[in-house]
């Protein structure tokens, strides 16, 4: 299979099962809703080393957000209901609660799984916290020295899909990534989705192991062009620079789309010579995206 | 005392030790140093939620960087060595060894403290990792698909002080933010300091305790404005809204710098009223900024 | 009538006929396609001094751009074909054919009126240009030194209008330029239409005339608040700040939407007392939008 | 002569005489400075077919500006005093006039020729305008709308230099850009210059003349890649793309300054090949810059 005179390798990605919340953000100004948004979803790449997975999943206009304010959504994902609940507190309390002018909505009202993390962080009002409705929404005003807080009683988290992924080989390490950059362009107008990584990309593919029994993942070598004298590396000559993509989502359908839109972009940077995608033989995960299937 | 018609209160901001970290991070481009510090630095405002608190506290030329490329300071600050390194072991490992192109430097190669960070990440090379010399560093190369990682083996540490600040109190929201935002720019530009909070600015001052037991902090009622018919609001009526800067440092001169400089900003702003400071009496901190001996 | 506590006089925005037309441009990241975009639409936000009016329309993903990149749409808008016809040259010659992977392709096919600008740009492949086709579109191959530029031969444009607009009238300069940034963002939301001036705000409102015979516009003193002392300034007391948005667009209907999304935004923003609207009674243009009637 | 193993050609870059003048723009935040700067320097690539040649030259902090706000510095260029002039009258006026919070000065106080821009813009101030003095600068106080705007009332200019240069030979178009970008990134950080196309970088280097007689300059045909089977192109066969960086100064030690660290960042970025000048045999221009004298 070929896109664009680049093949895509058949192959699949391991993806596996992680819980997703979505938080809309709300400020005075689109940028003000980012500022927060950042400051909430950074240090959150991976949970080997990150107290959670979080990223930007689109921005919205007014007329998509309960208080008709400029907004972004964020999804901050976690191993299991009780880590994300704990991400929800601290990264809603440190991050949103602190930004100037923002405010915060359960992004997944219709979710079974509610976390009542507004519940919580209210206490921080001292007593002066109020209830109130928003647009049917149960919110609590919690007062602060420049404004009122608005968040929601309640925020919903459903069973998602992390790591799902795919790879591109590249001429050199530019052309890689320039590559990944418009991939992560075109998977950030999926909405349900988002990359993680720095950017978007991810410079350290992994695999499963290492020779160092403390290690869990280390670097993939096969991958890793500088160690073709070392014997270790198996990619073709032409290769010199290998990216990845990696993106959770709330279901199959964002992730096998996100990876569509990505590996369709890729395909369009020149000097993209190969799109692949990491898998472990079934060690990591659960969940397959075999790419030919997925660019149907 | 008054600057441009702004009254500046004679009171103090009151800091507290902790200790902090320079990383050196450059990348291919400007940009790609600024993504992965900006992941680095996520989710760091306060040690009461975050593992760490951290801010981005320069951008730096390529005449100023190992490696001659473009680059970023972060600090990163954490109460106490152990958790600092621990903060520094997750923060470089997940998000900056991960995000394209980047090397991370020691920025503090004179400070007795240091961390063996470069020496740990290293075995993410799988053994493949390979120790170097580049301009008189000690460095490893950490073979990844998208080329070498470079990081140094040790990192350095100080005892430096969180939580100066100061007060911006304005006519409205609108005001205090685009001054609060005026002083974080002109912080931006001293060295040896970050404002560790979302765009720099925190719209949810605190006090101490609360009625709460389990709460360590609460809103700091006196300065709510909404709070005003509940009579616990003390301030002026003209005053409708107040900002926060918080400032992390290396020393009790970057900070007195950056609230000097953040202050006189602030009061080129129309609509600030006053600028004033935050303290506990001396039940949070050990270090006192008070607002007329900083701006003289 | 009010909208969120903010009174909407009952006044009109007084627009006037304009030439439109409307171009694509695609890169190989987001990022290139919108610095190309910002640099041919600079230097332009009044026909009075600039030689057209020019804005960003929206960004487009690659399943929205002929050649599947990602892309921006911008609005190139002169009084008169002829004119029009000599800003596009220009534009599209000095700042997207000079910027680096981008290609430009027409965003109004369907449109009566087409010049031949692709046609004109050729020459600068000095006869080694190509005539090809791509996706059903005539385009040209220029070669360059970084790759060859595609052009579309033919580049439509369309009688528009100009001068649409609302003023904001704000309790203070913070307040109205925040209201004004999210009037902004939300009409970058509506297409068919821009925001010409920087930042898509208008600092210096005009009335037609001058005292002086030479200037054909002057400052609206009646709307400058630190003319009150002379008596000429006729806002209410509480008003300390007025912000003007002017928008261009395709139609009547996309004014329309625009002035009702940038309305709404404005009036969520605390400090903003009253919208209003700029006309000339007749005097500049001859399409008129009723404040009442477009935000029904 | 070779960097970092990228060959330094023994070429030259050639400038011709341009007129400079250079404006501090101040702003309430460094953002609002960077959105005036932005809109004043667009459409401002090459006299060829922009009324100006104009970019951002440096941020400037509080303690840089005559109103200790933040603000920007711009070179606007052109060829005679008098076109810039006109340029500089249209720009401000059109650019910086409406821009919101904006105030103008003079950023060549100590030059000789001075244009009394600033006497000229007060007239749209309908004879509300007035005289004062700021920080010893005679300004004048322009009533608007959204508050006073103050404009210094001369703007000196001096004998500059266009068309420094020096040209990127890549691997491949990614690795062009990428390294063009770092150089941009560079020379942003040297005073005294501008890098005047779309984000820094050429795309469409030029030879002087055309087959078409109607044409004075058309694609560089000698090392544009796609004309290999032409039998035009003179490039080496590893060679895929080649970038230009081209520099505006205010005198040959600015752009001698800037050369060499352009060329330097580039010369970081794997892919880069070579390095090499554009030059006309004197038909362009009286100044010359010798690559390995500028790298001494």
Known sequence: MEINGVTIE????EGFPIKVARVTITAVTQHWAMV??????GFGTSVIGCSAEAGIECILGGDETPDERPGVNMLICNMGYKNLESSM????????????????????QEAEKQFDTGKKLKFFGDGFE????LCGRKVWKIPLMSGD??????????????????????????AGLMAAEAAANAIGRVRG????????????????GSKYKFLKASTNTAFCTSLREDGVCTLAEDVSAVF???????????????????????????GVLKISAANYEGKLGSHQFPLHVVLE
């Open 149 to 174: 807080f608005i968040i929601e009683e309640s925020f919903g988290a459903v069973d998602g899909i992390a790591g799902g992924n795919f790879l591109i080989l590249a001429q050199n390490q530019a």
């Open 89 to 108: 507190l601290n990264r809603l309390g440190q991050c949103v609660l602190t930004a100037p002018t923002t405010a915060a909505f359960n992004g997944m």
């Open 244 to 270: 990845e993509i990696v993106i959770n989502g709330v279901s199959k359908e964002a992730i096998s789309a996100a990876m569509k839109a990505g590996i369709n972009a890729a395909c369009r940077v020149p």
């Open 193 to 208: 989705c988002i990359t993680p990584f720095p950017g978007g990309v991810v410079a350290s593919g992994s695999k499963v």
């Open 10 to 13: 058949d192959t699949f990605a």
């Open 36 to 41: 927060a948004a950042q400051e909430a979803t």
């Open 130 to 133: 109020k209830q109130a409705e």
